[in-house]
């Protein structure tokens, strides 16, 4: 084989090598974008979740967050990986959620309402900040006590009966529109000693002995409310023997619109319940509250 061959036969084998080399590159590099690619994607949605430490919830600056969602305890451990982590916060629609893991429930200090449930999505108690109430409860609970909270008022004025009916708004989402009805719906009223009800024409009548010597009474929900607190002032002035009030349900709203389509995002298709819905129709609802002394 003469020089020339050989100058040849090495001129291919150089450039088969550059070939594979090239080629091995090429492989390296892709493996390297591709796992550049999925580390980048992880630490994206690392930055979705925020692990809370027991020594976290229990720090006099720790805020609990309005909904706490109860989850499994292996649920994201490939994010939320301090091991003393109860669980994580995370937000949803802008409104931080904690995430609790269901083995930290009984140390958390918190009472949930009716009781503590994997999956369950919970929000404060407007009045009880350590107490939690299941989303499924949250507009019906509320409700019985503005309902029994009335009634005190009533009892604690003097007054010889009261009736409560709730104006209930029927919304109607069309096309982003909001249609409001309104229709007619009997209410329970609450009772004091010696008290009787009698439920005619949609209303709850709550009959009392009465009694001259009006209080103030202790007030919650309607703590804000101007026709609530004009009617205790008129009361107690002896300056009124009856009344009709027709009470707004924003002057009592259970929640924020916020805080319910957040509830609704970490519900999603989990139960068949829209608690953004049910917000706008509180809003909306009248109570019409009578009074007579």
């Not at 649920?75 to 949803?92: L, P, R, T």
């Not at 006590?145 to 604690?156: D, M, P, Q, R």
């Not at 009261?162 to 409001?180: D, F, P, Q, R, T």
Request: glycine share 6%; charged share 25%; net charge negative.
């Amino acid at each position: 084989m003469d020089n020339n061959q050989n100058k040849a036969k090495a001129m291919f084998s150089n450039a088969f090598k550059k070939v594979g080399d090239l080629g091995k590159k090429t492989v390296e590099g892709a493996k390297s974008f591709a796992e550049q690619t999925q580390k980048n994607i992880h630490d994206k949605q690392a930055q979705k979740y925020t692990p809370v430490t027991q020594d976290d919830f229990n720090s006099a600056d720790f805020q609990i967050p309005s909904i706490i969602t109860i989850e499994e305890n292996f649920s994201n451990k490939e994010f939320v990986d301090s091991e003393n982590a109860i669980g994580w916060i995370e937000q949803h629609k802008d409104v931080p959620v904690l995430h609790m893991y269901d083995n930290f429930v009984d140390n958390s200090g918190l009472t949930f309402v009716p009781f503590a449930q994997k999956d369950d999505v919970y929000c404060v108690d407007k009045f009880k900040t350590d107490t939690y109430i299941t989303a499924r409860e949250v507009f019906g609970k509320a409700t019985k006590e503005k309902l029994a909270e009335l009634s005190n008022i009533a009892f604690i004025l003097g007054a010889k009966s009261c009736s409560v009916e709730i104006l209930e708004a029927e919304s109607e989402i069309n096309s982003g529109n909001l249609k409001l009805g309104i229709k007619g719906i009997g209410a329970l009223g609450g009772g004091g000693k010696n008290a009787s009800s009698n439920k005619q024409s949609g209303k709850n009548i709550t009959n009392f002995e009465g009694h001259d010597n009006p209080q103030v009474p202790d007030l919650k929900w309607f703590e804000h409310d101007d026709n609530i607190k004009w009617l205790i002032e008129m009361r107690c002035k002896r300056a009124i023997k009856s009344n009709i009030l027709e009470l707004k349900g924003s002057s009592s709203a259970t929640i924020s619109k916020s805080i319910a389509c957040a509830m609704d995002d970490v519900l999603g298709a989990k139960v068949n319940l829209s608690m953004e819905n049910e917000a706008l129709k509180e809003y909306d609802d009248i109570l019409v509250f009578e009074i007579e002394f």
